[in-house]
C-alpha cells in the first residue's frame, strides 16, 4: 500500500475514532461536562505515557517551551469542556461540524501570531465556513440551540488556537506524545477542584461509556498521529471531515435526532470550502501573491 493511502487509511480511522468518542461522551447521559473531560483526559494519559515509556524516551520537555505547553494545554481544556458541552445539548453532527471549524482558526492565529502567509483564496475560504457556521448556530436568542452552539464555536476557536500552539511546539522539537501527555495531565488536574465541590455520582454504565470515550480518543489520537507520518497535512486533512459523516450516522440510528436542512446547508459550505482548500494547498489552482 502506498504511503498516501496508508494516510487516508489511519486518518479515517481517527475520525471514526473521535466521532465515536463524541458518542459515547452523548450515551453517557446527564453528567457535567467537566466531569466527563476528566475521563475522557485520564484515558489519553496513560496512553500517551505507555507510548513514552516503550520508546524509551520518559517525560522530558525543554523548559523554554513551556509556557507554550501551558498555553496549549489551557486552550485545549477549553477547547474539550465547550465541545462536550455541545455534544451533550446540540444534533452530534453539529457539534463536531463547530469543533471541525478549528482548522480554519488554525489559518488565522497562525497568520496572526507566527506569522505564517495567507493567500486571499484562503481568507476568503475561512469567512465562507464561518458563514457555514451561522446556519449551524442558527443567531436568534430564541432558538434553544443557540447557546450551547455559540459554545460549540468558542470549542472550535480554542481547538485551533491550540493547534497553532502545537504547530509551535513541533518546530521547537517537542515530541507529539510529550505534548499529550502535558496536556492531558494538566486538563485533568484542572478537572479535580470541579469534581470535589461538583461530582456526580454515576452508574457502572455511565463510568463505562466515559472510558470508551477516552480509548475511542486515543485511537483517534494515534490514528492522525500516524497520518502525519505517512503523509503531509495539505494532502489528506480533507478526508478527517468523514467524522461528519460517522457522526451523522450516530445521530440518526442511536439518537434519532436529524440535521435541520440549515445545518446540512452548513455541512455543506464548511466541507466544501475545505476541500477547495485540500485543492489549493495540493496546488491544483493557480496560487495567489500571500499576504
Same mark, same amino acid.
Given at each position: 500500500?502506498?504511503?498516501?493511502?496508508?494516510?487516508?487509511?489511519?486518518?479515517?480511522?481517527?475520525?471514526?475514532?473521535?466521532?465515536?468518542? $463524541?458518542?459515547?461522551?452523548?450515551? &453517557?447521559?446527564?453528567? +457535567?461536562?467537566?466531569?466527563?473531560?476528566?475521563?475522557?483526559?485520564?484515558?489519553?494519559?496513560?496512553? &500517551?505515557?505507555?507510548?513514552?515509556?516503550?520508546?524509551?524516551?520518559?517525560?522530558?520537555?525543554?523548559?523554554?517551551? !513551556? +509556557? =507554550?505547553?501551558?498555553?496549549? $494545554?489551557?486552550?485545549?481544556? %477549553?477547547?474539550?469542556?465547550?465541545?462536550?458541552?455541545a455534544?451533550?445539548?446540540? %444534533?452530534?453532527?453539529?457539534?463536531?461540524?463547530?469543533?471541525?471549524?478549528?482548522?480554519?482558526?488554525?489559518?488565522?492565529?497562525?497568520?496572526?501570531?507566527?506569522?505564517?502567509?495567507?493567500? +486571499?483564496?484562503?481568507?476568503?475560504a475561512?469567512?465562507?465556513?464561518? !458563514?457555514? $457556521?451561522?446556519?449551524?448556530?442558527?443567531?436568534? #436568542?430564541? $432558538?434553544?440551540?443557540?447557546?450551547?452552539?455559540?459554545?460549540?464555536?468558542?470549542?472550535?476557536? /480554542?481547538?485551533?488556537?491550540?493547534?497553532?500552539?502545537?504547530?509551535?511546539?513541533?518546530?521547537?522539537?517537542?515530541?507529539?506524545?510529550?505534548?499529550?501527555?502535558?496536556?492531558?495531565?494538566?486538563?485533568?488536574?484542572?478537572?479535580?477542584?470541579?469534581?470535589?465541590?461538583?461530582?456526580?455520582?454515576?452508574? #457502572?454504565?455511565?463510568?463505562?461509556?466515559?472510558l470508551?470515550?477516552?480509548?475511542?480518543?486515543?485511537?483517534?489520537?494515534?490514528?492522525?498521529?500516524?497520518a502525519?507520518? =505517512?503523509?503531509?497535512?495539505?494532502?489528506?486533512?480533507?478526508?478527517?471531515? /468523514?467524522?461528519?459523516?460517522?457522526?451523522?450516522?450516530?445521530?440518526?440510528? @442511536?439518537?434519532?435526532?436529524? +440535521?435541520?436542512? =440549515?445545518?446540512?446547508?452548513? =455541512?455543506?459550505?464548511?466541507?466544501?470550502?475545505? @476541500?477547495?482548500?485540500?485543492?489549493?494547498?495540493?496546488?491544483?489552482?493557480?496560487?495567489?501573491k500571500?499576504?
Amino acid at each position: 500500500m502506498r504511503d498516501k493511502n496508508k494516510a487516508i487509511l489511519c486518518i479515517m480511522i481517527s475520525a471514526l475514532g473521535f466521532a465515536t468518542m $463524541s458518542m459515547f461522551v452523548k450515551l &453517557a447521559g446527564d453528567l +457535567p461536562s467537566i466531569e466527563k473531560s476528566f475521563f475522557r483526559n485520564l484515558v489519553a494519559f496513560f496512553c &500517551a505515557w505507555i507510548m513514552l515509556k516503550q520508546s524509551g524516551q520518559g517525560f522530558h520537555f525543554q523548559k523554554q517551551n !513551556l +509556557p =507554550y505547553l501551558v498555553l496549549r $494545554s489551557t486552550l485545549g481544556t %477549553v477547547g474539550i469542556f465547550c465541545n462536550f458541552y455541545a455534544v451533550d445539548h446540540l %444534533v452530534l453532527s453539529d457539534a463536531n461540524m463547530l469543533n471541525k471549524l478549528s482548522p480554519f482558526f488554525v489559518i488565522i492565529f497562525s497568520y496572526l501570531f507566527l506569522k505564517e502567509k495567507i493567500a +486571499p483564496f484562503q481568507a476568503t475560504a475561512v469567512i465562507c465556513a464561518f !458563514l457555514g $457556521s451561522l446556519l449551524i448556530i442558527k443567531p436568534s #436568542f430564541a $432558538s434553544a440551540s443557540f447557546f450551547p452552539s455559540a459554545i460549540g464555536l468558542i470549542g472550535g476557536i /480554542s481547538a485551533g488556537a491550540a493547534y497553532t500552539a502545537v504547530r509551535y511546539l513541533g518546530t521547537k522539537g517537542e515530541k507529539g506524545p510529550v505534548i499529550v501527555m502535558f496536556f492531558s495531565g494538566f486538563s485533568c488536574l484542572v478537572c479535580i477542584p470541579f469534581l470535589i465541590f461538583g461530582y456526580e455520582p454515576m452508574s #457502572f454504565g455511565q463510568l463505562l461509556c466515559l472510558l470508551m470515550a477516552g480509548v475511542s480518543a486515543a485511537f483517534g489520537q494515534f490514528g492522525v498521529t500516524a497520518a502525519y507520518r =505517512y503523509a503531509p497535512a495539505k494532502e489528506i486533512s480533507i478526508f478527517d471531515y /468523514s467524522q461528519i459523516l460517522f457522526s451523522a450516522l450516530y445521530s440518526i440510528f @442511536l439518537f434519532g435526532d436529524i +440535521p435541520d436542512k =440549515y445545518s446540512v446547508f452548513g =455541512y455543506i459550505i464548511i466541507i466544501g470550502m475545505s @476541500l477547495l482548500n485540500f485543492l489549493y494547498n495540493n496546488g491544483m489552482f493557480q496560487k495567489e501573491k500571500e499576504l
